[in-house]
């Protein structure tokens, strides 16, 4: 299995830990992963990381569809791999919720599913360079065709070439855009696959993989999970620490009417938990909806404990898992270095 880190994004500040990439990549790490909401983006870092460092893949895990056009999400990609030497970029993609959509990027909500199958099919066309690209997509089309047009758009072809084009990963959770990320990309964003739910999202990427055709399946395709790691003797301050953090996504992150994290939390089992804690948290009660995170749900979701707690819990459960990398979040160099032994990063 391999391994990946991830730059915080939500900071008040920039703040890329570069000898923290550097001493992973050294240990055989695969990939580094950047992300946004509404403050930093996530492929200007990339870049900066890109200068220094070799061969360690850089990925977006995610960049929000409507944050730019297709076109101009391949560019950026393209731009960026033809800087960092080739082969390292994956582009994984996601739709934020329409709080964000609409309120920051001004953008209508629309069909998220068919938006993603346009931009993918799109980006894929930019880096095939086969034809100037037209597409008549139900949430996109090119050239632009509605309100405000001149009739004058005209199909091209990227002047950029693309030898070996970005990967392309969604970040998807629900039936639908899980079956269509199997369709149509080259890896999955893990969002909200848990040991007892496995065999469901199994039977979506088998339904997606069909549907792609050309005997496309799990040779073809990468899944990203992701685990955060505490070496500590202290398993339940730990599991504590992490409790505002879930409640503010499960919580707060998205309208009441439709929260992705809180959707989430009901495919991974923990329906009456989740309710418990959106009810809670829109009610100002952040601390009461902090405690009402189940412990079973944080230590399920991350690898917390002394050393041979932690390598248990690997064996018994998240090497069990269909994941081809994990992403790993840890406070301490020490949990970075855990993991490279934990599956022979270093031995690579």
Same mark, same amino acid.
């Given at each position: =299995?391999?391994?990946?880190?991830?730059?915080?994004?939500?900071?008040?500040?920039? /703040?890329?830990?570069?000898?923290?990439?550097?001493?992973?990549?050294? =240990?055989?790490?695969?990939?580094?992963?950047?992300?946004?909401?509404?403050?930093?983006?996530?492929?200007?870092?990339?870049?900066?990381?890109?200068?220094?460092?070799?061969?360690?893949?850089?990925?977006?895990?995610?960049?929000?569809?409507?944050?730019?056009?297709?076109? =101009?999400?391949?560019?950026? %990609?393209?731009?960026?791999?033809? %800087?960092?030497?080739?082969?390292?970029?994956?582009?994984?993609?996601?739709?934020?919720?329409?709080?964000?959509?609409?309120?920051?990027? #001004?953008?209508?909500?629309?069909?998220?599913?068919?938006?993603?199958?346009?931009?993918?099919? *799109?980006?894929?066309?930019?880096?095939?360079?086969?034809?100037? $690209? $037209?597409?008549?997509?139900?949430?996109?089309?090119?050239?632009?065709?509605?309100?405000?047009?001149?009739?004058?758009?005209?199909?091209?072809?990227?002047? @950029?070439?693309?030898?070996?084009?970005?990967?392309?990963?969604?970040? +998807?959770?629900?039936?639908?855009?899980? +079956?269509?990320?199997?369709?149509?990309?080259?890896?999955?964003?893990?969002?909200?696959?848990?040991?007892?739910?496995?065999? +469901?999202?199994?039977?979506?990427?088998?339904? #997606?993989?069909?549907?792609?055709?050309?005997?496309?399946?799990?040779? /073809?395709?990468?899944?990203?999970?992701?685990?955060?790691? &505490?070496?500590?003797? /202290?398993?339940?301050?730990?599991?504590?620490?992490?409790?505002?953090?879930?409640?503010?996504?499960?919580?707060? =992150?998205?309208?009441?009417?439709?929260?992705?994290?809180?959707?989430?939390?009901?495919?991974?089992?923990?329906?009456?938990?989740?309710?418990? *804690? @959106?009810?809670?948290?829109?009610?100002?009660?952040?601390?009461?909806?902090?405690?009402?995170?189940? /412990?079973?749900?944080?230590?399920?979701?991350? %690898?917390?404990?002394?050393?041979?707690?932690?390598?248990?819990?690997?064996? +018994?459960?998240?090497?069990?898992?269909?994941?081809?990398?994990? &992403? $790993?979040?840890?406070?301490?160099?020490?949990?970075?270095?855990?993991?490279?032994?934990?599956?022979?990063?270093?031995?690579?």
């Amino acid at each position: =299995m391999k391994l990946g880190l991830a730059v915080e994004y939500a900071g008040r500040g920039v /703040d890329v830990p570069v000898e923290l990439i550097q001493r992973c990549e050294a =240990m055989g790490y695969d990939s580094v992963w950047t992300a946004e909401a509404y403050g930093s983006d996530a492929i200007t870092p990339l870049a900066y990381i890109a200068a220094h460092t070799k061969k360690i893949r850089l990925g977006t895990g995610v960049i929000q569809l409507s944050a730019r056009t297709p076109a =101009m999400t391949a560019m950026q %990609l393209g731009t960026l791999d033809a %800087l960092a030497g080739g082969g390292r970029v994956i582009g994984g993609l996601g739709v934020s919720g329409p709080q964000i959509v609409e309120g920051w990027y #001004g953008m209508p909500w629309g069909n998220p599913k068919e938006k993603m199958r346009d931009y993918v099919t *799109i980006m894929k066309k930019i880096f095939a360079r086969e034809s100037p $690209v $037209v597409h008549d997509g139900k949430e996109i089309r090119l050239p632009y065709q509605g309100p405000g047009s001149t009739d004058m758009g005209k199909p091209l072809k990227s002047i @950029l070439h693309y030898e070996n084009p970005p990967k392309i990963w969604l970040g +998807t959770g629900a039936r639908a855009t899980v +079956t269509l990320t199997a369709e149509v990309a080259d890896g999955w964003l893990a969002f909200g696959m848990r040991p007892g739910n496995v065999e +469901t999202f199994k039977s979506w990427f088998e339904e #997606g993989f069909a549907r792609a055709g050309g005997g496309k399946g799990y040779d /073809d395709f990468e899944i990203q999970g992701g685990a955060s790691v &505490t070496i500590t003797d /202290d398993v339940q301050s730990a599991l504590q620490a992490g409790k505002p953090f879930v409640a503010l996504y499960v919580g707060g =992150m998205g309208h009441p009417k439709l929260n992705f994290h809180n959707k989430r939390m009901h495919r991974e089992g923990y329906g009456e938990a989740a309710d418990r *804690i @959106l009810e809670l948290f829109q009610a100002g009660r952040r601390n009461e909806a902090a405690a009402a995170v189940p /412990d079973e749900y944080m230590d399920e979701g991350g %690898l917390y404990g002394s050393v041979e707690r932690i390598r248990e819990r690997w064996r +018994t459960q998240w090497e069990k898992m269909p994941y081809t990398g994990v &992403t $790993v979040r840890s406070q301490r160099d020490e949990g970075y270095d855990l993991m490279a032994d934990l599956v022979g990063a270093r031995d690579r």
